[in-house]
């Protein structure tokens, strides 16, 4: 069984050194100076964001997105500093909290702090205006995800599930997103053929993933070392920030420990690591 960068037809590994990390200036943002001598603070700079696809200053022309998944951000905010307000258009935004509290508001007036384990989106269509800021004495980690939504111009709308809600039992898929075209009920809905999985595996628990011929899927190791495993290619150890490319037809399996993120989608034939 192969164990390092595994790479065939229905398998790609993308290790997080080959992520872009950004750490921009806190005044772009609307931000005081960062404060590194602070004990609360876990890096130096007020914002460490892990880019999978091209966003913002970082452009790779063969890394531009996968399916209907235009962006995947891993964000770390240090305490008291966030994102000021800002624009958003034709997107559904989706928004999943690891750890601390998120703190949203927006021009549709909703303001609302989620934790640990919550999920909520925005379809930002024909426009909306936001801001994201931790407001708490301790780090926040959230993972930030924009799709392609199935037409243009909607109408703007937000949701949320907040993670004391959430379907978040150990060792089984917790489905938090789904389509609004289908019939299956999750925590959140969106306007765009995808569906979102979280997974906390503990050592040596197993779950199963079975992707169709027409099918693929984006996998985020969000902590931990979960391997995932299929016929087609042996095995590959994932670990934190570490990500993977999935490819029907093949039933993939996950094994723990690990915290695991899981975006489906439709097969379009075009995105994806082009480049390694």
């Given amino acids: ?12 590994y993308i290790p997080n050194s080959k992520l872009a990390v950004s750490e ?24 460490k964001s892990r880019f999978h696809f091209s966003f913002a200053e970082y452009y790779n022309y063969k890394n531009s997105k996968f399916g209907v998944l235009r962006v995947m951000n891993d964000d770390l905010v240090q305490p008291k500093r966030g994102f000021g307000s800002h624009p958003h258009s034709n997107a559904e935004i989706v928004t999943y909290i690891v750890e601390g509290k998120l703190t949203h508001k927006d021009s549709m007036h909703t303001k609302e702090t989620l934790g640990p384990g919550s999920i909520q989106f925005m379809t930002a ?3 909306v205006v936001h801001s994201e800021h931790n407001l708490q004495d301790e780090p926040l980690r959230f993972i930030q995800m924009w799709l392609t ?6 109408e703007p709308n937000y949701g949320s599930m907040c993670g004391s809600k959430c379907n978040d ?50 996998v985020l190791a969000v902590d931990g070392t979960p391997t995932i495993s299929a016929k087609s290619f042996g095995k590959q ?17 996950f094994t723990g420990p690990g915290h695991v993120l899981l975006v489906e989608m439709a097969k379009d034939g075009a995105g994806g690591r082009k480049d390694l």
């Fill in 125 to 127: 269509g024909s426009g």
């Fill in 149 to 154: 939504p199935k037409q243009r111009g909607l």
């Fill in 237 to 253: 150890k994932l670990n934190r920030h570490d990500a993977a490319e999935l490819y029907g037809e093949e039933t993939f399996t």
């Fill in 24 to 47: 921009p200036n806190p005044l772009w943002f609307g931000n005081k100076a960062n404060q590194p001598n602070n004990s609360s603070w876990t890096n130096p700079n007020w914002l």
């Fill in 1 to 12: 069984m192969q164990t390092n960068k595994v790479k065939s037809s229905t398998f790609q």
């Fill in 169 to 218: 039992e150990k060792n089984q898929w917790n489905h938090l997103v789904s389509s609004t075209d289908t019939k299956v009920k999750t925590p959140v809905e969106i306007n765009t053929d995808a569906n979102i999985y979280v997974a906390k595996l503990e050592e040596g628990a197993t779950v199963n993933m079975k992707l169709n011929s027409y099918r693929q899927a984006y």
